[in-house]
């Protein structure tokens, strides 16, 4: 094999940042070139290190990884009492609490850099570019990058591009309107002038939503939440007047962890288990199911398997969707809370982790299963692998006791009515109308055929060096790739760690999933055997 001397980088966020740490640390290389257009290496796009700071990490802080094999790398560097920006202190820490983001970021800068002067005592010469990358082309074992009038050449590529592109399907009100819409509520202090009286309507049910409420509802804005002489946490709205309506289509609501560990010892959802059960070609998504729930008999967990179907299914108006969340919201964080209970498909998920990725690897259900699968239940089975933390649950269930959250199930279009000057948001049971509307809905384009991608997806998708996946006959969000070695189909020396692999994969977008999948990557350019 030929041997493998200079390894490019495109992105340098998390992914980036470990795939860089990792090279530097554990593979005889002698040149390092890292592509990021914003010139920010290291914390990333959710990890702006000038972000607001009610955003807070989902995972808690001893579970935040590099690399795949210390899960406590954050943790450790938060112990460690790092030097911090003036004006910026470290707030108390938990090994099981969530943080806020920020400090992510800081300790990415912070391994940046020391992997920057490793490099240079190991004599490994590393280029920074602070450019986009637009193109990229292999001639035999070398690739050819493009980026503005200049180009590199290398052995190997890695595609550590984070983000997809964000898609903003939504009109804009004119100017002088007296409506507000937010596309976004990424790296930008506009949510922060919106009226303290003011009703927000925020599409989307996920975290990315729930980091607004908490962020409409944060110290700065007057209000607060203290804990009464039972435990439970009260709002306190002093000057803060707004309230805000979740709008998502399925109405489903994160999980949460349980707040004290409890060891899961998987005997049924398992790989080897779902393999040595398949009689034919294909398990079907009963067979699946049914894994499930027999490892939650085995460790004792009660499970509403009704509920878990359908939580909206005896629902005949708003009200009752309303109500309905409310009421699970509750019984998940008293769940949660509770040392001799636990929110079991949360632990289970979460245990499952990286296998499940690997299930979906070993095609264990048929095309049309999988397209099911996608269309049907992946969206509840990510709101138990990608639960949310206790704190911000907390928080939620107080603003709905005072009704100052609510939520509507089935939001489908969106228009700005003109005449009216407003918004007007079709679901289930009618329509509401609104003057401030926030998307968090994670409008990605994972269509590798899309013109929102960038130009670099394009030149590949162009010039067949990357391919959509396709599930049977049908193309779905994602790209063709080996789910072994993370290699591009169509390509020979470029490998891909970002969103694009949710698709052909499982969700993606995990500390640890990340970490893990540069470390496959790196073994099998290296001919390392797989982990």
């Not at 790092?82 to 992510?104: A, F, M």
């Not at 937010?182 to 990315?208: R, V």
């Not at 296998?355 to 095309?367: G, H, R």
């Amino acid at each position: 094999m030929t041997k493998i001397n200079h390894i490019t980088l495109i992105g340098c966020g998390f992914t980036g940042t470990s795939a860089f740490y990792q090279l530097v640390e554990r593979y005889p290389i002698s040149e390092i070139t890292i592509f990021e257009a914003s010139g920010d290496f290291g914390p990333g796009l959710p990890y702006k290190t000038d972000e607001c700071d009610d955003y807070l990490l989902n995972n808690t802080n001893d579970t935040l990884c590099l690399t795949p094999d210390n899960r406590q790398a954050f943790y450790n560097w938060l112990l460690s009492k790092p030097e911090l920006p003036d004006g910026v202190e470290l707030p108390e820490i938990h090994p099981r609490g969530n943080i806020s983001r920020i400090y992510y970021g800081y300790f990415l800068k912070d391994v940046f850099r020391s992997t920057l002067t490793t490099a240079a005592i190991k004599g490994i010469k590393v280029n920074l570019i602070s450019k986009e990358a637009t193109a990229i082309f292999e001639e035999g074992d070398k690739v050819i990058i493009k980026y503005d009038t200049e180009e590199i050449h290398c052995d190997k590529v890695i595609m550590c591009t984070g983000h997809c592109p964000t898609i903003d399907r939504y009109e804009h009100p004119p100017e002088g309107s007296n409506a507000l819409y937010f596309p976004d509520h990424l790296n930008t202090d506009a949510l922060d002038h919106i009226p303290m009286n003011a009703e927000c309507y925020i599409l989307g049910a996920s975290l990315s939503a729930f980091d607004v409420v908490g962020r409409l509802f944060s110290s700065a804005t007057g209000c607060s939440f203290e804990y009464n002489d039972d435990g439970e946490l009260i709002f306190n709205a002093e000057n803060n007047d707004r309230s805000v309506v979740l709008c998502s289509r399925s109405g489903r609501l994160k999980k949460m962890k349980s707040r004290v560990t409890k060891d899961i010892n998987r005997k049924y959802f398992t790989l080897d288990y779902l393999t040595s059960i398949k009689k034919d070609e294909y398990l079907s998504l009963n067979d699946i199911a049914d894994a499930i729930k027999k490892d939650c008999e085995l460790h004792h967990g009660e499970s509403d398997w009704e509920e878990i179907a359908a939580p909206y299914r005896n629902c005949t108006s708003a009200k009752d969707v309303d109500a309905c969340a409310a009421d699970i919201l509750e019984k998940d964080l008293r769940t949660a809370v509770d040392g001799t209970a636990r929110n079991i498909l949360v632990d289970i998920f979460g245990d499952a982790g990286l296998e499940l990725w690997d299930m979906f690897a070993a095609k264990l259900v048929s095309p049309e299963d999988e397209i099911k699968y996608r269309n049907q239940y992946e969206t509840a089975a990510l709101t138990y692998e990608a639960s949310c933390p206790i704190s911000t649950a907390e928080k939620l269930l107080a603003l709905y006791k005072v009704g100052r959250l609510r939520t509507i199930k089935g939001s489908s279009d969106v228009i700005f009515d003109q005449e009216n000057d407003h918004y007007v948001i079709h679901h289930d049971f009618g329509c509401d109308k609104t003057n401030v509307l926030i998307n968090t809905t994670g409008s990605v384009s994972r269509d590798v055929t899309s013109d929102d991608q960038s130009a670099l997806i394009k030149h590949m998708v162009n010039n067949e060096m990357m391919h959509p996946y396709m599930c049977g006959d049908t193309q779905m969000p994602g790209i063709e790739f080996d789910m072994d070695t993370f290699k591009v189909t169509g390509c020979e020396n470029i490998y891909l760690s970002s969103q694009l692999l949710w698709g052909k994969g499982f969700y993606t977008s995990g500390a640890i999933y990340m970490a893990t999948f540069v470390d496959r990557i790196l073994k099998s350019i290296f001919n390392k055997q797989k982990s």
